[in-house]
């Protein structure tokens, strides 16, 4: 059966990104503080910022690149970023963003695949950005380095180049349903990535189909820590966040010092975080040396937040935790437990283990992947567990040169097979389970990972943890924690075995562990189990 979003519709404006952010400025917006660099403590207002968007489109228009090119950014979280993702929108060309701590080779294969004509880059990522562009046989004046010497010195543009001529922007016209805005690559925790077309008016739709849900306001501030050049940070923080005229206070990396720093000086009250983050904001001493008393709302995504974890931030910070989830092929939100909860919007309280309802203008299933059947929602309780399908204004245009994986991950009537496994209860409210393709099967019995490092993320000795399915010495899948400890602690194999199997069901307990440094991770906090598997 289809499950509807219990919100009521909102207004999608067929126009593109940058007119739906800033065609309706007025001159009190124009002065607030749109992007605030705490390092340097240089702020850039909206009026500003809005005049760098369009001097950049300016420039690169004069530099041939319009409506069909794709502009490849490699940088980390600097004001910068908005300046030049929104200018290459503007200039009628398609973003494709690359991970800042990609290598030569991995920006090669970006650039190949997504067919880019120039990027944009800065000092500290300029050697592995012009080994692969030289590569490619880029122009100099095609690979822009920021904060360099400028074209003069060094044949590649910088900052100045691009924005000191002070050019117009130009005219340009696209369909916004069909022009792809930006071109994020699919974080591959379970494969190679692939090219994601997001139309402007997918951008556009889910920036306005989680507007009511955030509860975000012009007098937020906004600590943006998770990467722009990931779709999470892309839409839910620096386009969500401009739209709703609050400001953002950048950092280029997460340090745990610096950002509770930064939430303490700048009066922070609106986080967006991922998993890994919470577990320190649980768990490290240190934060009970910052005052913290700012925030007021904090919302996890980019992979499951176990509940007991979350409610331990929002107690010890006195804060609502919230928790949504959504992938790139989403643009990316599709589900989200808005500001109060649930209650005054829905009428019933969102558990922090669910990932909340569907957004506005959008519609789930859940389907048992074996049957290819819906799930019955259930009366009261929660259902049976199926693959969670999703069909709205946010679902991608398809992949880039691969019609095959379109075909297969969105039906002919518009449905996007997800890959993760939900449960809904009666009101709608939905539970992510596991991924489908990362259930272990032990024994004929299903064993969700993220349900055993939930439980064992609650071990006062472990920092962080990963389970993954392996193959014992008979052939049999079993499930495998790879365990983090806490700086100074003793724990063994058999304790972390004893403590599972205390607490779960025999079939689910973990039957191996490997002690390792860190749990290899995506920039959203995704685990990469295939890169454990190797």
Not at 3 to 31: K, M, Q
Not at 165 to 170: E, F, I
Request: hydrophobic share 45%; charged share 20%; aromatic share 6%.
């Amino acid at each position: 059966m289809t499950i509807v979003s219990p919100f009521p519709n909102v207004e999608i404006p067929e126009v593109g990104v940058y007119d739906f952010l800033f065609s309706d400025l007025t001159d009190a917006d124009r002065e607030r503080a749109a992007l605030i660099d705490p390092k340097s403590g240089a702020t850039t207002t909206y009026g500003q910022l809005v005049a760098q968007i369009d001097a950049a489109a300016g420039a690169l228009a004069a530099r041939g690149i319009g409506v069909g090119d794709v502009v490849a950014i490699l940088s980390p979280n600097i004001p910068a970023f908005a300046t030049v993702f929104h200018g290459v929108l503007r200039a009628g060309a398609t973003a494709t963003t690359l991970n800042a701590l990609f290598t030569a080779n991995e920006i090669r294969k970006q650039l190949v695949d997504s067919k880019a004509r120039m990027i944009v880059t800065i000092s500290l990522m300029a050697p592995q950005a012009l080994e692969a562009a030289r590569e490619l046989g880029f122009d100099d004046a095609d690979v822009v380095v920021l904060d360099g010497e400028g074209q003069a010195a060094s044949g590649h543009p910088n900052a100045v180049d691009l924005l000191g001529a002070g050019l117009s922007a130009p005219d340009v016209t696209f369909d916004p349903s069909t022009h792809i805005a930006a071109l994020p690559y699919s974080s591959g925790t379970t494969g190679n990535p692939k090219g994601v077309k997001l139309s402007h008016a997918n951008l556009v739709s889910n920036v306005a189909q989680i507007r009511p849900l955030q509860g975000m306001k012009e007098d937020d501030v906004i600590i943006a820590v998770l990467p722009f050049f990931h779709i999470y940070g892309m839409t839910v923080l620096l386009n969500a966040a401009l739209r709703a005229r609050a400001s953002l206070v950048i950092m280029p990396r997460f340090d745990l010092v610096e950002f509770l720093e930064n939430i303490q000086e700048r009066k922070v009250t609106y986080a967006f975080i991922a998993p890994p983050i919470a577990v320190a904001l649980a768990k490290h001493p240190i934060i009970d040396d910052y005052d913290l008393s700012s925030l007021h709302t904090m919302v996890s995504g980019a992979a499951p937040l176990d509940s007991e974890l979350g409610n331990a931030v929002a107690q010890r910070l006195n804060l609502r935790m919230l928790q949504g989830f959504g992938m790139s092929e989403l643009s990316p939100v599709s589900h989200l437990i808005p500001f109060d909860g649930g209650t005054g919007t829905v009428g019933v309280e969102a558990p922090l283990a669910s990932v909340g309802w569907a957004v506005p203008n959008s519609e789930n299933r859940i389907v048992d992947p074996a049957t290819g059947a819906d799930v019955d929602q259930p009366a009261d309780g929660v259902s049976a567990p199926g693959e969670l399908w999703v069909r709205g204004p946010n679902v991608m245009v398809g992949y880039l040169n691969n019609d095959a994986a379109t075909a297969e991950t969105i039906t002919d009537d518009g449905w996007l097979r997800t890959g993760d496994m939900a449960t809904v209860d009666a009101s709608g409210c939905i539970t992510i389970v596991d991924r489908l393709k990362e259930l272990i099967k032990y024994k004929g019995y299903q064993v969700p990972p993220a349900e055993l490092e939930a439980l064992l993320l609650t071990h006062p000795q472990i920092a962080d943890v990963a389970v993954i399915g392996v193959n014992d010495a008979d052939g049999e899948e079993i499930p495998k924690a790879f365990v983090v400890t806490q700086p100074g602690a003793e724990l063994t194999e058999d304790e972390v075995i004893a403590f599972t199997a205390e607490r779960v069901a025999p079939y689910k307990k973990v039957r191996a562990v490997e002690f390792i440094e860190t749990v290899p991770k995506s920039a959203s906090g995704k685990i990469l189990r295939k890169d454990l598997r190797k």
